[in-house]
């Protein structure tokens, strides 16, 4: 059955920050790119009921496909090297259609 994972976070750095772009920009271009992720989004958070900032979006075709993605040596080595670095805190939510 089909994962979404959406990763919620917010940076270290200024909103219009040139960080905050290049972080955006390389977490959308490394993460996208393993063979796994389906519909990856980069997405801006709007609502006033949470103060977190962006959210990664993305999906996968099953369990074994998202823990592909999780075990993936591109997603350990972004999260060794930025997201550890960069993101000040954050929340990971997994859904999965209800039947």
Known sequence: MKIKHM???S????L????TSKFLEDGKEI????????NFEVVYQISPKTDFNFGFSMEF????????????????HFVKERWEKEVERFQEIDFQAYT
């Open 7 to 9: 990763a919620i976070f």
């Open 11 to 14: 940076l270290k750095y200024d």
């Open 16 to 19: 219009d920050a040139p960080e």
């Open 31 to 38: 993460l996208s790119s393993i063979p796994t992720v389906e």
């Open 61 to 76: 075709t099953d369990k074994a496909a998202y823990e592909a993605y999780n075990n993936h040596p591109m997603h350990i």
